[in-house]
């Protein structure tokens, strides 16, 4: 496909969402009406999310597979020029699945909820805001601008703070605050960071510093740089111990909002340590890589053992919770990855990403299911002492949830497996100049995590899915058809990214040596 | 023709005067006008008022091709002409900055009047406003430091009366008793700061202050130095920083509600125009002393401010203004930070931009901030108390108000979709970055955090079920204008920041 072609169709990914949001806010256009205004603006949210998908998928076909380290699709006009921002957009290896995956994963929700539309006021709203939030999410993907990267990390706060405060579960007001204040912190701390690299390497541009690779920044900037950058994305991540606001917001949020959270606002963090940091800051990550690795491993360690004790019978763990802990072990695996500065470790990092947006967005749409039946997502209510017997009373969902926890587990063969272990293979051998025995005991420490990982998963599958069927108990609903429209891709993109990893690994591994290497090659 | 007269006779370049001469002809031909016009044609007033004010933005538009200066004297043994009133890019962006706050007060005040029902005096009203207007308009062009206070007085004086105004309103007169009696002392300080300047320097000219304050015999260089600390209290005293703050809530909520407005914008426009001129332009070697003690006062005075803010609870009587009344204060600091920072910078191009960012958030701050103010007037109409709680539910009732509304908020809070808001305080945040103030860009780092809470707090309020009967507000024209207008301002600079954000990248002066 042509470059120009390329260019239109990404930033046409960009400013759909946003035209999309502005025009659901407007009453619908004769011939557009539908049934009724709801149905009409929650399939206008469809239609919307569904062209971007597509817009994305082309932008994936049209991409040069052959060269994924090259920045494809570019776009670089001057926008305001008394900061020195300019409208950089561009994807490359790094950035194409992360595209795909939020495009994908947005558009599943807004099919989910044209069918199952969130409790809460009118689903105007809603369409609007979730189409700015993927507006937002794209934009942090593609821009390679340090100015638009802020702009873009910003602009999903207000669209994410009322999906939960306005649709969200019990105790929504305060979660959605922590969810606000903490990222908002942390995002304008992060803004001092990204304004002294810009101020003292005299470039906002992301590739331009990514070649230069830390060259024209003193090694006190680096340092000052990466801790100011380093706190705003971790707090995003999240990184123990700054995790505290995903649980609540998890817990608080609907259904729609738990999936992109997790899926995809999670992602970004790690991703801006993978595009700025690493190239930009070389030396000032490199002073804090073990830190930073050793902080991921208290976080998977810490995230499993809260799973654990949410788990047990009589702690009424609610699932939702056990799954955004398990989120901070997850991210956990992530972070140790990219602290390792190895090919091997990045590139295992940005595959567990994306494994953990499809999974953990599954369980998620899953555990949404499951208290739409029930009514509960307390796993004590639900499993009333011998079991919840899912298996006996909704066949089809136990299973979905039962493959959704081993692959979150890690079972080799489905997508789960391949990140961690790369993660933990680039902690065998990290970067050089990093202490090798501090990051042995970080890959041991991390590898117990996985066996906890998988004790609590199976606890949570022997508690719901097992169990006798009591006589008395009603039969539930299995799976809906539009139930299975809005999880089956995630199920196959699963398997898929499990069976044949090079799709993927092709994709990052160029452009992360690129990267590591210092912009050329 | 003897030398003598023609040093004393000058040609005076009337077009670099006429914004602001045109402002106070217009005031006083509305004072004469009023006595001679039947009590059914008033309204006309204000009408012949805004005409003014737009003719006087639109005499800035000639003056834009070249730097003038008038009213220049060489003074012996100096080297070049010092000038009392120069016309610059900066003068010009402040002109246009007051000119166009004074236009839209004139807006919010034309409904304003209209509602009170005689209980304000039209012509005095339109007069004393236009007068101020006229103050304002001659501060950041005035380059002496005798005509920077008087435009200081004749900006500050015709406010106390517009704050009490309002005829057998106690808290009025209240307000305007506690803002005349604290702005009076302020002024007096900066009179004595003045007069230590002029003692240790021989000139009243800024430029040539700068030149002989460094060669200042060192038997005076305290004296000196407390010029310039007196001279600064009285600007901070109008910019409203922490400690002269504590006047703001009550004088806003006592007086009426345009002038509250017209306050938190053009009066702080005076207030910083004051403090760039005497610091930037005066007193550049004098750095050390006033760079530490602005960048204290910027950091103190958006803590408290947005801490005040923070503390308003939504139900009280008036909280909308008096939210709005800290805020300003908060956003009082953001507006000092730069000029903090323009100390810590080495050449006075560096300190340019610095100033420029000052500039740059000003003009956003002015826009989304005016644009709040017409809602609350909007909403002050229906409900009397004006508590922030009265805003629930606005949505419901008027959507594009609301959503204008919550705009606004969010540019002052600075996040998306408020892009300018957003860009604004990161290019304060680049000066201070800049200038290598870590610890004051921390501060505001929290501040703005501070900050968004109440801002987010109201912009959600607007989206709740309303409560009870909704009560639909019916837009008169002057506040649909205010409205649409400053919207248009705000929404034009979100998609084009660089309209505003050059001034941050160019010297003005």
Redesign the interface.
């Known amino acids: 496909m042509s470059e120009s072609v390329m260019q239109f169709l990404l930033a046409f990914l960009l400013l759909a969402p946003l035209l999309g949001a502005l025009a659901a806010?407007l009453p619908a256009p004769p011939g557009l009406k539908g049934r009724s205004p709801e149905q009409a603006v929650l399939r206008h949210g469809v239609t919307v999310t569904g062209v971007v998908l597509l817009a994305a998928i082309a932008l994936a076909l049209g991409f040069d597979h052959d060269h994924p380290s090259k920045m494809q699709a570019t776009t670089d006009i001057s926008?305001?020029?008394?900061?020195h921002?300019r409208l950089h957009l561009g994807v490359d290896g790094i950035s194409l699945p992360l595209l795909v995956l939020t495009a994908l994963l947005t558009f599943l929700c807004a099919l989910y909820s044209y069918f199952k539309p969130a409790a809460g006021?009118a689903p105007k709203?809603f369409v609007s805001l979730l189409l700015?939030l993927e507006g937002?999410t794209l934009a942090t993907f593609a821009v390679l601008d340090l100015?638009l990267f802020?702009?873009a990390f910003?602009?999903v706060?207000?669209p994410m703070?009322?999906l939960i405060?306005?649709w969200g579960g019990a105790d929504r007001a305060r979660a959605a605050?922590r969810f606000?204040?903490y990222t908002?912190?942390g995002s304008?701390?992060m803004?001092?960071g990204l304004?002294?690299i810009g101020?003292k390497a005299g470039t906002f541009d992301m590739v331009a510093l990514a070649t230069d690779n830390g060259r024209s920044l003193t090694a006190s900037v680096q340092v000052?740089a990466v801790l100011a950058i380093g706190v705003g994305l971790a707090v995003k991540t999240p990184m123990w111990p700054l995790h505290s606001w995903l649980p609540d917001a998890h817990t608080a949020a609907p259904t729609v909002g738990s999936v992109l959270l997790a899926g995809v606002l999670l992602k970004m963090g790690t991703y801006g340590f993978v595009r700025i940091l690493l190239p930009a800051a070389p030396h000032g990550f490199h002073t804090f890589a073990p830190y930073l690795a050793a902080l991921a491993v208290a976080g998977i360690i810490y995230g499993s053992l809260a799973c654990l004790a949410l788990a047990r019978e009589g702690a009424k763990g609610d699932l939702k919770r056990l799954i955004a802990y398990s989120s901070v072990g997850h991210m956990g695996f992530v972070l140790l990855g990219i602290a390792t500065m190895t090919p091997t470790g990045v590139n295992g990092a940005l595959f567990a990403n994306i494994a953990h947006g499809l999974i953990t967005g599954l369980l998620f749409f899953l555990v949404g299911g499951l208290k739409d039946r029930t009514g509960t997502v307390d796993l004590d209510a639900l499993a009333k002492g011998a079991g919840a017997a899912l298996y006996g009373r909704a066949p089809r969902l136990g299973g979905l949830l039962a493959f959704a926890a081993v692959a979150s587990l890690g079972l080799p063969g489905l997508a789960g497996f391949w990140g961690e272990m790369l993660a933990l293979f680039g902690a065998f051998d990290p970067a050089a100049g990093l202490s090798r025995p501090a990051f042995l005991t970080f890959m041991a420490i991390a590898a117990f995590g996985t066996l906890l990982t998988a004790a609590y998963m199976l606890v949570v599958v022997r508690r719901v899915c097992m169990g006798a069927v009591p006589q008395e108990a009603s039969k539930l609903t299995d799976v809906h058809t539009f139930e299975y429209a809005a999880w089956a891709p995630l199920v196959v993109l699963t398997v898929l990214a499990g069976l044949w990893p090079r799709a993927l690994l092709g994709l990052t591994d160029p452009a992360v040596q690129q990267l590591l290497a210092g912009g050329t090659r | 023709m003897s030398p003598l007269a023609a040093s004393a006779v000058q040609s005076v370049d009337w077009l670099a005067l006429a914004p602001t001469v045109l402002t106070a002809a217009v005031g006083l031909l509305v004072l004469v006008a009023d006595l001679f016009l039947a009590e059914a044609r008033k309204p006309l007033l204000g009408w012949v008022s805004v005409a003014g004010l737009a003719a006087s933005g639109l005499l800035l538009l000639p003056l834009l091709d070249g730097d003038r200066a008038t009213f220049c004297v060489r003074e012996a043994d100096a080297a070049t002409r010092a000038c009392s009133y120069t016309v610059d890019t900066f003068t010009l962006v402040i002109q246009f900055l007051v000119l166009g706050g004074a236009l839209l007060t004139a807006l919010l005040s034309v409904t304003a009047l209209k509602d009170s029902a005689r209980g304000l005096p039209e012509g005095e009203y339109w007069f004393l406003l236009l007068s101020s207007a006229a103050g304002a308009a001659l501060l950041p062009a005035s380059r002496d430091l005798a005509t920077l206070v008087v435009a200081l007085e004749v900006a500050s004086l015709p406010a106390f009366a517009l704050v009490g105004l309002r005829h057998g309103d106690r808290k009025s007169s209240e307000a305007a008793l506690k803002f005349f009696l604290s702005s009076v002392t302020a002024t007096a300080v900066t009179l004595m700061g003045i007069s230590f300047l002029y003692a240790t320097t021989g000139t009243l000219y800024l430029t040539e202050i700068a030149d002989r304050v460094q060669h200042v015999d060192s038997q005076f260089h305290t004296l000196a130095q407390a010029g310039v600390v007196l001279t600064l209290i009285g600007f901070a005293f109008k910019t409203a920083a922490v400690p002269f703050h504590f006047w703001v809530p009550d004088t806003y909520v006592g007086a009426p509600l345009p002038i509250a407005a017209y306050l938190s914008v053009v009066g702080k426009a005076v207030g910083f125009t004051g403090l760039i001129l005497v610091t930037v332009v005066a007193l550049p070697s004098y750095a050390d002393v006033w760079g530490p003690a602005l960048a204290a006062l910027a950091a103190l005075t958006m803590t408290v401010g947005n801490v005040g803010a923070l503390r308003q609870g939504v139900a009280r009587a008036h909280s909308a203004v008096r939210l709005l009344a800290w805020s300003s204060v908060g956003q009082a600091g953001y507006l000092l930070v730069p000029i903090a920072a323009a100390a810590y910078t080495d050449d006075s191009g560096e300190a340019g931009h610095a100033v420029g960012s000052t500039v740059a958030y000003a003009l956003m701050y002015a826009a989304v901030n005016l644009g709040a103010f017409a809602v609350a007037a909007l909403v002050g109409r229906a409900h009397a108390r004006n508590r922030v709680a009265d805003y629930r539910g606005l949505y419901a009732t008027n959507p594009l108000t609301a959503l204008l509304l919550a705009f606004f908020l969010l540019c002052l809070a600075g996040l998306p979709p408020g892009v300018i808001g957003l860009f604004a305080k990161v290019t304060v945040f680049s000066a201070v970055v800049d200038a290598g103030l870590g610890w004051l860009a921390v501060v505001m780092a929290v501040n703005v955090v501070i900050a968004l809470f109440y801002y987010l707090k109201w912009t959600a309020l607007l989206f709740r079920a309303p409560e009870g009967e909704p009560v639909r507000h019916p837009l008169p024209a002057p506040l649909t204008a205010a409205l649409a207008l400053t919207g248009i301002v705000g929404i034009a600079l979100s998609g084009a920041p660089q309209l505003v954000l050059r001034f941050a990248d160019t010297g003005l002066f």
């Not at chain 1, 926008?79 to 900061?83: F, G, N, R, Y």
């Open positions: 806010l926008w305001i020029p008394a900061l921002v006021p709203a700015l937002g100015l802020f702009l910003e602009t706060l207000i703070y009322f405060a306005r605050w606000i204040l908002l912190l304008v701390i803004l001092l304004l002294l101020i000052v």
